[in-house]
């Protein structure tokens, strides 16, 4: 086994001790009773087909796995949509400035740094995954990576003007946070730089041009529509 693929393994081994950790109920740590079996039934069987893992796609931890937290409402961007997303930005992101403002499983941003960019900020809301978010970044050595709890829109507006290269928006599909995560970003991002969108429908320039942001490139998978968007000329 090579020393590439036993690190791989180690890492993996880690997280889902970890996992395994969380996941366990204070009630089962005490002896007391808690909450029914049944709810903990309901919340894996509303956690989305394909939670539990995702892969890099390419760039320094190419083919990769790493497990995910299975949580409610969870939808890491599939690895099609992934690896159309960084053929349209080229495989080479060394020195870019991004940021992931609904982070999730990380899978978005890992990829952005695997293909050398030189600061990916994942921002997120939710502890569970803020907490497994850390510990990828620390078993993959990750130093670029930066973890940040908190609101991905809110941490947008905090940013300084036209100073991130490439903006990763994946909002909660049920949420009605789009437009306004459209609007942070589209302050956040370069002159020259990206946003990218992924949400349950197409969004058409007349919609964007508001925010001065133009459709560069889009792509529907299944229910996934990716967009590309740049400052409008």
């Given at each position: 086994?090579s ?89 080479d ?9 609904f ?46 709890r ?43 730089g ?10 058409a ?29």
């Amino acid at each position: 086994m090579s020393r590439s693929t036993l690190k791989t393994t180690a890492i993996n081994a880690e997280i889902r001790k970890a996992q395994a950790a969380a996941a366990t109920p204070p009630e089962a740590a005490t002896g007391k009773k808690g909450a029914p079996k049944n709810k903990d039934k309901a919340a894996v069987a509303a956690a989305p087909k394909g939670a539990g893992e995702i892969r890099i796609i390419g760039g320094r931890w190419k083919r990769t796995r790493l497990p995910v937290a299975q949580r409610p409402g969870l939808r890491p961007t599939p690895d099609r949509v992934r690896e159309t997303l960084f053929n349209w930005l080229g495989q080479d992101l060394a020195g870019w400035r991004c940021l992931d403002a609904f982070a999730g499983t990380g899978a978005l941003g890992l990829e952005a740094a695997s293909r050398g960019a030189a600061a990916v900020q994942l921002v997120e809301s939710d502890a569970a995954l803020v907490a497994q978010l850390n510990t990828l970044q620390q078993r993959l050595q990750a130093t670029a990576v930066r973890v940040q709890r908190g609101d991905g829109i809110a941490v947008l507006k905090q940013a300084a003007p036209a100073s991130i290269d490439l903006v990763l928006l994946d909002p909660p599909f049920d949420s009605d946070l789009f437009g306004a995560a459209l609007q942070a970003a589209a302050k956040a991002v370069a002159a020259d730089g990206f946003v990218y969108l992924e949400a349950p429908r197409a969004w058409a320039d007349e919609e964007l041009a508001p925010w001065g942001l133009a459709l560069h490139r889009h792509l529907k998978a299944g229910v996934v529509h990716a967009h590309l968007l740049r400052r409008s000329a």
